[in-house]
Antibody, heavy 118, light 110 residues
C-alpha cells in the first residue's frame, strides 16, 4: 500500500520560505510516476502546485511557478516543496500525492496545515 | 487561474439518485474529461472516477460519470449516509499545463 506523509513547519513568517518534505513508503519515487503537491484553503479551494518525475523533470502551476521548487531525494524516497516569499494567501493544508494520469493524484498524504503569520 | 464550475450544494434523500455537474471549457473538461474526487471532513480527497470515466479499485458501482462537451457529470445512485461529503471535479487544462479544480459541491443526504 502506497503511503505518503508530509512533514515541515506549521508556521511560516510572511516573506519567508515554506519548506515541506514528503516521505513515501510502499512505492519508489524512482518508479514511473510523477510526485506532486497540492494545497487546500477555505478561500481558494483545492489548488495543484506542481509535480516532479524521477528524471528531475518538473512542471508547476503557472500562478505559482516563479516561487515554487520541487526536488527529489531518491536515497530517502522523499520529495520536497519550497515556496518562497509566502503571504497570508499561502496559508493552507498542503498535501503531497502521487500523480495519476487520469486524475491529479491517486494516493494522497494526510495533509499538513501551514499558517502564515508573524 | 481558470477554474471549473460546480454548484456549491445539493441535497437529496436517502436511497435517491444525485447528479453533480462540473462545467469547464474546450481546454479542460472538453479536451480530456474530468476526474471526480470525494472528500470527507478532516480527510484528504479520494479519487472516485478517473477522467476516462473508470473507477479505481474499491470504488462502488453506485458511482458513475459521463461528459457532454464541456460539462462533466457524476451520478450517485442509492444514496447512503456515507455519501455525504464534498465532491470536486478536476481536469487537465492544456492551455495552462496544469490541473484545475472546481470549487466543490457539498452533498447532503437527508
Amino acid at each position: 500500500q502506497v503511503q505518503l506523509q508530509e512533514s515541515g513547519p506549521g508556521l511560516v513568517r510572511p516573506s519567508e520560505t515554506l519548506s515541506l518534505t514528503c516521505t513515501v513508503s510502499g512505492s519508489s519515487i524512482s518508479s514511473d510516476y510523477y510526485w506532486g503537491w497540492m494545497r487546500q484553503s477555505p478561500g481558494k479551494g483545492l489548488e495543484w502546485i506542481g509535480s516532479i518525475y524521477h528524471s528531475g523533470h518538473t512542471y508547476a502551476n503557472p500562478s505559482l511557478k516563479s516561487r515554487v521548487t520541487i526536488s527529489l531525494d531518491t536515497s530517502k524516497n522523499q520529495f520536497s516543496l519550497r515556496l518562497t516569499s509566502v503571504t497570508a494567501t499561502d496559508a493552507a493544508i498542503y498535501y503531497c500525492a502521487r500523480d495519476a494520469s487520469g486524475a491529479p493524484a491517486d494516493y494522497w498524504g494526510q495533509g499538513t496545515l501551514v499558517t502564515v503569520s508573524s | 487561474q481558470a477554474g471549473l464550475t460546480q454548484p456549491p450544494s445539493l441535497s437529496k434523500d436517502l436511497r435517491q439518485t444525485a447528479t453533480l455537474t462540473c462545467t469547464g471549457n474546450n481546454n479542460d473538461v472538453g479536451s480530456l474529461g474530468a476526474a471526480w474526487l470525494q472528500q470527507h471532513q478532516g480527510h484528504p480527497p479520494k479519487v472516485l472516477m478517473y477522467r476516462n470515466n473508470s473507477r479505481p479499485s474499491g470504488i462502488s458501482e453506485r458511482f458513475s460519470a459521463s461528459r457532454s462537451r464541456n460539462t462533466a457529470s457524476l451520478t450517485i445512485t442509492g444514496l447512503q449516509p456515507e455519501d455525504e461529503a464534498d465532491y470536486y471535479c478536476s481536469a487537465w487544462d492544456r492551455s495552462l499545463n496544469a490541473w484545475v479544480f472546481g470549487g466543490g459541491t457539498k452533498l447532503t443526504v437527508l
